[in-house]
């Protein structure tokens, strides 16, 4: 009596809903993060892969899963076992000097070696989806830590840069004040906007400190780099292809791994149970030598061979089996829906990040539009400025509007990233695990 596995509901959209990238280089998602072309980030997620502490317990849990999971069907196999023993008559009389071999094959029927083979099999599975899904998440959290640590440094420096620009209208308030030229409270503003870029420089710091933490932490240091500080420059993710489907998210998103390894656990469950409910039958066979010790007998030898098969009835507690199987029924009804839960979630974290890169796709396009407008300003100005036609300090106000147009257009293509290394951990997107030497075997 086999064991019959139910049919997963797997049924996904043919097409994404949202918009999909579909005029660039195509992405392998075993790769993705290749795609923004930086070799400092690209040593940083290897580095991670061989170095992180998640990572590697989660491999150590699935090498000895597979271990164990080698040998679950080690019970529906012929067991020999052999004794030798002393003992008495009950008479106190003789002693004899017992030597024994015992063999049983417990026939595993009715289902009972399948389900062993299936928890096997769902045991192995999760193992691996657990080890999947940490490292896509390892992957995922190292861009991201690159990211935020690139973007504040970068920010931090143009903070930088308008703090000497609020420096030098200082200077020239100073200079406006003596000569009767200011406004009033001109001075006082100059000075508190001084001040909120000096806060801002000190929050842009500390959003790198919290980075930089981060990301030793996934590469398994104990502290970060001092060469981190140099990286300044945030990686631009230029034009891409998404090659996946829905259909794809069955095939490489750990969750929904982990989910069907659950159905496939709760179907072995419910084997077990019902295989209780049958009779268990069993072949054994024995062959006792006997000697006297005392040889206060005609014979001081004998042998018994017996050989036949064992039945193990359920009665008595046939009502709590059957109460079991009803429940593993139930987990099994259960696991089915936290299987098509997981599918939708997974369409439904794909398709977010999808609706965010077009958002950030539009932000982004209008940003440059600002960022281009004000560095044509500021060049208009200097102009002016040689010519007599206007002051530097009436020139520092769109000098600050470059400066501030410029961050903002780096926050909104961090951003974009960060949603591109989003919908890559939506996907599932990670490298094939590398085998330990001997595991394959």
Known sequence: MSV???D???RTPAVWSQPAPAQGVAVDARQWWKVLADARLNALVDEAIAGNLDLQQATLRLQAVRLVSGTSDARFRPEITASAKQVQDAAAVDTYFHAGVEAIWDLGLFGAAESARLGAQAANGNAEALRGAAQVAVIADVVRSYLDLSVAQAQADLLGKQLAVDARGEQLALVRQRLHLDEPGELDRLRARQAATRAAIAQADESAGNAARALALLLGREGPDPA??????????SAFTLREVP???????PQIL???ADVLQATAEKGSA?????PRLSLGGSILYAYNLTQNARSNSDSSPSIGPYIDIPLWDWGQRRARYQSDNKQLDAALLGYRQ?????????EGALGSLARQDSSIRSLQVADEATRQQVARQARQVQLGLSSEFDGLDSQRAALSAHADLIGAQGARVLAFASLYRAVGGAPLPVEPEGEAQ
Request: no cysteine; aromatic share 8%; hydrophobic share 50%.
């Open 274 to 278: 019902r295989a209780a409910m049958f």
């Open 247 to 253: 259909a794809d998210l069955l095939r490489h998103r």
């Open 342 to 350: 997981a599918v939708l979630q997974g369409v439904a974290e794909v």
């Open 258 to 260: 982990l989910a069907e």
């Open 4 to 6: 019959p596995v139910p």
């Open 8 to 10: 997963l509901p797997d």
């Open 228 to 237: 981190w500080n140099a990286y300044r420059t945030p990686p631009q993710l």
